[in-house]
């Protein structure tokens, strides 16, 4: 047996460590495959991390499997993940599958970049997601959440069924267009938005490719090959207006009004104030645009989702958020003050619980940069390595009964149950290359689930067994569909 975290930090354990031989690869388990394909054709990339789960609770936390001929390293247990992800960039990065694929798609940006490259690229984005930077933005998008009332709100009222994950993206792309580059783009008011039907072309595209075993589409295209490329050519020529024109206005800016107020502007003064470092290039610029508009729109949407149908399923969830609202918010709708974010406890455990059981991002793939030894097994360089992050929260070795939704858990007064390891919960990562956009997520999700609390009542109308989990590049629910119901305001 490998041994554990604690016995290397002792010297004598280190000592007695260094003499195991490391497991290679292959006499690890694995599920059965077939000659040449091995286990391919059993990765259905729609539920892909449920296959990998699957496999996990047959095999064991560490298990490879085969993509035709090469072999791939799982990784479920929360020791060598996190080993892992603390030890970005230097001795791990992302799948080298997934960047050819990005730079095809001209999204290749701080998600997708390496080494040096990352670090000059997460020093300019960072400054737009700071707690000062979102106190700036509150009013915006306090205005882009009363936006989303009204419009539920005229829902409520004509009795309608709402799809409310395609809502809450137009929601999510209309709030990072904005932190992005200070533009209103209202998708979800233009409910034939042509740019939200480009980006979820683009998302399922890259998901469908980067789990392909042939890359088919650069010798001859589908008709779903070409629409894609519809798709880039106007999001790219999009970006390169709103580019173009954000230049246009930082340079009509004078003394302080020149500081950067949107993430492009912090990437344009970059491009012109370079110095010593290598200016970012226009391709950088709208790889970037384009990696953030999708990261924003795809993942919190699809949280918010399933926090509102948590919310729904279960009378005490929901008014436990009713209550909060109405003390917290007093005679408003919404959170009209940033201060009043922090003070929604009750919401935040169940955006945690939500986050813990319904991750947008329940796997991540990477792989070494050179031999390394994981969790006693020895790793060599470039294997592709699968980190069910989703799989290791949901351990009965990390949390309480771990399959059940208890927001309690996340408060102080809550739930006296044990284990309950915080370090467990990883759906923003952990380590250098933690989710950049973390504390907007969470103030979206915070925004939004106090105005549904204060304005309405909430009603399932699919059934619990018709809500499922679709893997997408994130997983996502398919077949939530909610009833709003105006709620009688109790101050």
Known sequence: MAPSIHEIANPTALADASRITPRRLETLPSPLGLPLLGNALALDVTRLHLVFEDWARAHGP???????????????????????????????????????????????????????????????????????????????????????????????????????????????????????????LNTLETPDSDLQLHFGRIFSAINRRTNSLIPYWRWFKLPRDRAVDTSLRVVHDTLAKFIAEGRQVLATRAGASRSAKTVLDAFLISQREASRERPLSDSEIVG????????????????????????????????????????????????????????????GAVTHETLRLRSAAPLLFLEPVRDVVLAGIAVPAHTPIVLLTRFCSTSSGEFAEPGRFDASRW?????????????????????????????????????????????????????????????????????LKLRFQPREQRV
């Open 62 to 184: 560490r298990y490879t499997f085969k993509m035709g001929p090469q072999r791939w390293l799982v990784v479920g247990d929360l020791a060598p993940i996190r080993q892992v992800l603390e030890e970005r960039p230097e001795n791990y990065r992302r799948a080298s599958q997934l960047e050819p694929v990005v730079k095809e798609f001209g999204a290749h940006g701080l998600f997708s970049a390496e080494g040096e490259a990352w670090k000059r690229q997460r020093k300019l984005v960072m400054p737009a997601f700071s707690m000062r930077q979102l106190k700036d933005l509150h009013p915006s998008i306090v205005r882009f959440t009363e936006r989303l009332r009204a419009h539920w709100q005229r829902a409520a009222l004509r009795g309608e069924v709402v799809d409310v994950r395609r809502d809450l993206m137009r929601y999510a792309v209309d709030v990072t267009s904005y932190v992005v580059f200070g533009r209103d």
């Open 411 to 479: 408060l102080e007064h809550g739930s006296t149950g044990c284990p309950h390891n915080t370090r467990a919960a990883l759906a923003f990562g952990s380590g250098p290359r933690t989710c950049p956009g973390r504390t907007l997520a969470l103030v979206e999700c915070a925004m939004v689930l106090s105005m549904v609390a204060k304005n309405f009542v909430l009603e399932p109308v699919s059934s619990p067994d018709s809500v499922t989990e679709y893997f997408d590049f994130t997983m996502q629910p398919a077949g």
């Open 288 to 347: 970037n645009v384009l990696t953030l508009l999708l990261a924003g729109e795809d993942t919190t949407s699809n949280t918010m989702a399933w926090m509102l149908h948590y919310a729904a399923r279960d009378p005490s969830v929901q008014t436990g958020l009713q209550e909060e609202a109405d003390r917290v918010l007093g005679s408003s709708d919404l959170a009209e003050s940033f201060d009043d974010v922090a003070k929604l406890k009750v919401t």
